[in-house]
C-alpha cells in the first residue's frame, strides 16, 4: 500500500466508489477486485488508482487518461467483432494484477499522475468516437475493472451514440461489481494467462479461479461476444499438458465457439530472462485448441497468414484471411455466414467489413470534463 499523492489531484478527478466496507479494526476493505485490499486513511490500493480518503474507498482517476488512439479493432484482439473498424482505445494508469512480463507496464505500474496527461469525460470520449468514425470504444492497455465507474460511464455515453464499449481485461474482479460491469459492454476480450493457480501466484500475484468464474459468467449470463487472450512464455505456460486442459475447459465450459488468441512473448519489464515464443508453439497451440473442439484459434504478435485466418467450421474453407490487422480477404456474407456452404460463423457482424486497416492514429483529447 502506498500513500502518496492524494492531497494534490485534479478536481473532478476523485469520485465516490460503491464496493467497499468499513472492518472492525477501523480500516476499510475494497471490495471491487479478489485482493480486497485493506486500507488505513490516505493509502491507495494495490492498483494505485483506488484509494481511501475521508474513510471511503474513492476512484483517483475518473476522467483522465494515458492517451487516446483509434486502431484496428483486431488489435484488442478481437477478430469476430464488427471485423475490420476502427476502435477509440484508451486507458488510465495502474492495474490490479502485478504480472512480470506486463507488455504495457509504463502505464499500469505508473506511479505518476502525468502519466494521466489526457482529461476527458464521457462524452468527450463518446463524441470522438463518433467523430473519428469508430463503431466502438475499448478500454485497453490497463485494466477497466479498476476504473470501474469511469468505465461505466463512457460506455453509457457511448450507447447513447450507438457506439459499442469493448472491454480488454484479466478478469479479476468480484461477482457484485463484475455484473454491473458487463451490464454495459459488448465485448470482451479476456487475458487467460496461464491454467495453473502457481502461474497466477508467482508470475502474476494473482489466482487463476476467480477468472475462470468471470469467462463462465460472461459466457452463461450475458450477451457480451467474448475472445480470449493467452500469452504463451517459453517454459511457464506452454507445456502441451497446460495447453490440453486450457484448450479442453474452454471448449467444454464455455463452448466451441470462443476465440482463443495464442499470442507470442516479448521478454518486457521484470521478465527478461526469457527468449521470445517460437512460431512453432504457436502452432502447436493451436492445433491442440482445435483437437479439442475450440472451433477458432489464432495465432498474435506474429506473421502467420493460417495462424491469422478464420476456417469455416462447416466445410474448413477460409471465411477472413488476415495479414496482422489487415483483412485480405472476405468470405462472408452480411450477416457472418460462410458464403460457400452457408454455416453461421460465430461473432458480431454487421454488413460489410470496414477498411481501417493497421492504421494507428493519435487522437488528442484536451476538451475537460462533460
Ligand atoms: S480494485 Fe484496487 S484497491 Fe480494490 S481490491 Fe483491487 S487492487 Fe485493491
Known amino acids: 500500500m502506498t500513500t502518496t499523492g492524494l492531497t494534490d489531484l485534479p478536481a473532478g478527478s476523485v469520485v465516490p466508489t460503491r464496493y467497499w466496507h468499513p472492518l472492525a479494526d477501523g480500516r476499510v476493505q475494497c471490495d471491487l477486485c479478489p485482493r480486497e485490499c485493506k486500507l488505513g486513511e490516505g493509502q491507495r490500493g494495490l492498483c494505485f488508482v483506488r484509494a481511501r480518503l475521508d474513510g471511503k474507498m474513492v476512484l483517483t482517476s475518473y476522467g483522465r487518461s494515458s492517451g487516446f488512439c ?219 485448441a482445435r483437437a479439442n473442439g475450440v472451433r477458432y484459434a489464432y495465432a498474435g504478435n506474429v506473421h502467420d497468414r493460417d495462424g491469422d485466418t478464420t476456417f469455416c467450421h462447416g466445410c474448413e474453407a477460409e471465411l477472413v484471411v488476415r495479414d496482422w490487422y489487415r483483412i485480405l480477404e472476405w468470405h462472408l456474407t452480411d450477416d457472418g455466414h460462410c458464403q460457400r456452404c452457408g454455416t453461421r460463423c460465430a461473432g458480431v457482424f454487421e454488413g460489410p467489413p470496414g477498411h481501417w486497416g493497421p492504421r494507428r492514429l493519435p487522437v488528442a483529447l484536451h476538451t475537460g470534463h462533460s
Open 70 to 288: 483509434v486502431d484496428p479493432i483486431e488489435k484488442k484482439p478481437l477478430h469476430h467483432f464488427l471485423p475490420g473498424t476502427p476502435v477509440l482505445s484508451f486507458g488510465t494508469a495502474g492495474c490490479n494484477l502485478a504480472c512480470r512480463f506486463c507488455q504495457n507496464w509504463d502505464i499500469s505500474k505508473s506511479r505518476e499522475t502525468a502519466t494521466l496527461s489526457d482529461i476527458a469525460g464521457p462524452e468527450d470520449i463518446a463524441a470522438a468516437a463518433a467523430e473519428h468514425g469508430c463503431r466502438s470504444v475499448a478500454f485497453t492497455y490497463n485494466d477497466p475493472v479498476i476504473f470501474h465507474e469511469y468505465a461505466i460511464d463512457v460506455a453509457r455515453a457511448c450507447r447513447r451514440r450507438g457506439i459499442r464499449a469493448v472491454a480488454v481485461t484479466a478478469g479479476y474482479v468480484n461477482p457484485e461489481p463484475r455484473a454491473e460491469f458487463y451490464r454495459h459492454m459488448d465485448a470482451a476480450n479476456v487475458d487467460l494467462k496461464a491454467f495453473t493457480e502457481k502461474f497466477y501466484h508467482d508470475v502474476c500475484a494473482a489466482r487463476l479461479a476467480p477468472v475462470l468464474e468471470t469467462l463462465e459468467y460472461i459466457r452463461r449470463e450475458t450477451r457480451v461476444w467474448l475472445e480470449i487472450t493467452t500469452l504463451l512464455i517459453p517454459g511457464l505456460n506452454d507445456s502441451d499438458d497446460e495447453l490440453e486442459q486450457l484448450t479442453r475447459w474452454v471448449a467444454d465450459r464455455l463452448g466451441p465457439d470462443v476465440p482463443i488468441h495464442f499470442s507470442a512473448f516479448h521478454p518486457d519489464w521484470r521478465m527478461l530472462d526469457r527468449p521470445p515464443t517460437p512460431p512453432a508453439i504457436l502452432f502447436r497451440a493451436r492445433q491442440i
